[in-house]
């Protein structure tokens, strides 16, 4: 078993930055891939980042690209979401995720453990 809770959500200005937490407990994760998800209102849940168990590889959706960094540390059992440049558009709930295997991938379905998920609300 893995829990993971998210933390560092909240309210921010357009143009501002929040940097999320996802601490890991229970069965070790360091090997394995985790991502962050968003899931707006009546949207779909949307892949954000994903991150090797080494860190030596990254991944970004499309609309994160260039303003968001994921980075992780295994020490800690901690990942994080560093997100600047905030938009509106950012709006969501942010999850963290992870798969009990070193295989990267975009698709929810694909993931075995999440937490709870952390608001973020990014105000024009």
């Known amino acids: 078993q893995v829990q993971l809770v998210e933390s560092g959500g909240g309210l921010v200005q357009a143009g501002g930055s929040l940097r999320l937490s996802c601490a890991a407990s229970?069965?070790?994760?360091?090997?394995?891939?985790m991502a962050w998800f968003r899931q707006a209102p009546g949207e779909e849940r949307e892949f954000v980042a994903g991150i090797s168990g080494t860190s030596s590889t990254t991944y970004y959706g499309n609309s994160v690209k260039g303003r968001f960094a994921i980075s992780r540390d295994n020490a800690k059992k901690l990942m994080y979401l560093q997100m600047n440049s905030l938009e509106p558009e950012d709006t969501a709930v942010y999850y963290c995720?992870?798969?009990?295997?070193?295989?990267?991938?975009?698709?929810?379905?694909?993931?075995?453990?999440w937490g709870q998920g952390t608001q973020v609300t990014v105000s024009s």
């Open positions: 229970g069965r070790p994760v360091s090997t394995y891939f």
């Open positions: 995720a992870t798969r009990l295997t070193s295989w990267a991938s975009r698709g929810p379905n694909e993931y075995d453990y």
